[in-house]
């Protein structure tokens, strides 16, 4: 069961409110917080007080100061009585009534409850591991509005479960710790699972009602060995009308402290011990489990060899969104007996009877006593306790008072941790989370960019890449093999390098720019590259001075600079200055011998005119 040991279920989004079953009103509130209870009374007015009592009633007596217990008698509150900092004092009856009556109070007052968080550890069927459970011993009135984890003290996760979404095996040094969200200066006492064999685990807990029945303070810390496995042994008694029941273990306890308890017809009874003597003409079922692991209970058995028996094959399940799940309930009945009906119960606020739904919901009655109920395409709605039920001719099994089977739908998700956006070179674990622990061998397929990995030693659940590339951005997903076609939401990877991010979209922008600056440099180089094979006419039909310097008649001609570019079409010598004879003067000119720079010195000549 997931927060209550008895009682309606349940599981954080579901409330058990005042009322249900046939139950007188109740309220569940956790240890240290604030409670409101409204007056009943159809007409409440100024005559009427709040009493509290069980057996007997008295008048709720208020200090001056109001510190504790707040009542208001204002209209506005509908005479509302408040308590604050709630302790295990304060679980009683409440009833708003004109006198002191007792009967009164029960049947129309208010069953207060005050209860803590309690993580507790349950075995596995799946290899040597233990789930986790944030429990209370009343289901929560208030609705949660999510569960918070929390590793070595630190925060870990919220989820709307309040099942542990991994299997455990045993970590001396790691604690665990659970509370409500809204309420996380509430937390419950944390544990740590010391060992795990195939028969025995054993865990600490820091402090709390699982080691109230040991220790002489519920503030000391305590370790409690617990089987796996409890079933319930039949011998002969002293007397020859009874028989003598005994409640074995899968392992040795040795611990005298160790106490265990009874239920008949899967309800808890004031029997306590290993052993018990009942009668032979007994025709209720009996089963045992030991104190404050009640979630590992034996079988029920008949010790007249006749009698009605319900057994479950599992109590929890964890199944996939869009999956199809079996609850089966393995049941006995007395020969004598003729069976009208089974049904199957989803109990949430309130039980309600399935009927076959050929989309949805489907009955299996193939099997001699063993009955299976069968869910297809789950929805995370049908998250919930399920219970079966025998209609007889003369007698009705309910099972109203003791948990069936629980279930909880999950959907996939893909965690990053450290997160979604890492640097190259960082360690990426890369995790396919649910809401509640898959069985232990549960093999798991990675997606990248919508195409499966190639597996490596370290795929299953946790993918781990070490140390992560710019290759490993993009977009992951998971799924089960099993059920291959139903996989996560995709979640996309972003690996930074040093001088920026890299993303895929990233990856061909930077190629593009690659590209187009190595065809630019290549143009560039081949602009200015030398003809080497060039002759003279095709150095002449490509070349421009651009710088000239003619000579002053009295000085040698001396040419600073002659420069040769490619490529251009202007006219040869277009920056030299047309010649204009004139009849005064002669001036010679030298011949220009047109060479590269590294040519021999030019020659004078005289040029007639």
């Not at 049908?382 to 279930?407: C, W």
Request: with cysteine; charged share 20%.
């Amino acid at each position: 069961m997931l927060l209550a040991e008895a009682g309606c279920l349940f599981l954080g989004f579901i409330l058990c409110l005042s009322g249900g079953q046939g139950k007188p009103n109740s309220i569940c509130a956790l240890k240290g917080s604030s409670v409101n209870l409204p007056c009943s009374h159809q007409h409440p007015t100024a005559r009427n007080s709040w009493y509290t009592g069980h057996w007997t009633v008295s008048k709720i007596m208020f200090s001056a100061d109001e510190t504790h217990v707040k009542y208001s008698m204002s209209a506005e509150s509908n005479f509302t009585l408040t308590i604050n900092n709630l302790t295990e004092r304060d679980a009683n009856f409440y009833c708003c009534i004109k006198t002191a009556d007792t009967s009164k109070c029960q049947q129309s007052g208010i069953h207060l409850q005050v209860t803590e968080l309690q993580v507790k550890v349950i075995p596995a069927t799946q290899g040597q591991t233990v789930t986790l459970m944030c429990s209370s011993s009343c289901p929560l009135t208030e609705k949660p509005a999510a569960y918070i984890w929390y590793k070595n003290r630190e925060f870990l996760y919220e989820d709307w479960s309040p099942w542990y979404q991994e299997l455990l095996s045993s970590e001396e040094a790691v604690t665990y710790s659970c509370a409500v969200k809204g309420y996380e200066d509430l937390r419950a006492p944390e544990v740590s699972v010391d060992s795990i064999t195939q028969t025995c685990f054993s865990v600490t807990y820091a402090k709390g009602r699982m080691c109230s029945s040991q220790q002489t303070s519920v503030d000391e810390s305590c370790s409690i060995t617990y089987p796996r496995e409890i079933h319930v042994q039949r011998t002969p008694a002293e007397h020859k009308d009874h028989i003598r029941l005994t409640c074995n273990s899968s392992c040795f306890l040795t611990d005298p402290l160790i106490s265990f308890v009874w239920y008949e017809n899967r309800k808890p009874t004031l029997k306590e011990g290993k052993q018990i003597q009942v009668p032979r003409s007994q025709t209720d079922s009996l089963s045992c489990a030991v104190k404050g692991l009640e979630d590992v209970r034996s079988a029920d058995v008949c010790v007249n060899g006749s009698c009605w028996s319900l057994n479950y094959v599992h109590s929890r399940i964890c199944a996939l969104e869009g999956s199809s799940v079996n609850i089966s309930c393995k049941y006995s009945h007395p020969d004598y007996e003729q069976i009208q009906s089974k049904c199957w119960y989803k109990v949430k606020r309130e039980a309600e009877q399935l009927t076959e739904d050929a989309d949805h919901v489907e009955y299996d009655d193939s099997m001699k006593n063993q009955h299976i109920l069968r869910l297809k395409k789950l929805k995370r709605d049908d998250s919930a306790e399920y219970r079966f039920t025998i209609t007889a001719e003369n007698e009705e099994v309910k099972q109203s008072d003791f948990p069936g089977v629980t279930l909880i739908v999950t959907e996939l998700r893909v965690k990053m941790s450290p997160s979604a956006v890492v640097t190259e070179g960082q360690r990426v674990t890369l995790t396919c989370s649910t809401s509640c622990p898959l069985t232990d061998n549960t093999n798991y397929i990675w997606y990248l960019n919508s195409r499966p990995l190639t597996p490596r030693e370290n795929q299953n659940k946790h993918l781990i890449l070490d140390p992560v590339s710019r290759e490993d951005a993009g977009s992951y997903s998971c799924a089960v093999k099993t059920n291959k076609d139903i996989s996560s939401a995709p979640k996309t990877l972003t690996v930074q390098s040093i001088t920026g991010t890299w993303t895929p979209a990233a990856a061909g922008v930077s190629a593009a720019l690659l590209l187009l600056i190595l065809l630019t440099v290549f143009c560039l180089i081949r602009k200015k590259r030398p003809c080497s094979n060039c002759s003279g006419n095709e150095i002449m039909e490509n070349s421009t001075y651009e710088s000239f310097s003619a000579p002053l008649p009295e000085e040698e001609p001396n040419y600073s600079e002659i420069c040769l570019s490619k490529n251009k079409t202007e006219t040869i010598y277009s920056t030299v200055q047309p010649f204009q004879p004139q009849e005064q003067d002669h001036h010679p000119y030298n011949v220009v011998d047109l060479r590269n720079k590294t040519a021999p010195k030019l020659n004078d000549q005289a040029v007639d005119t």
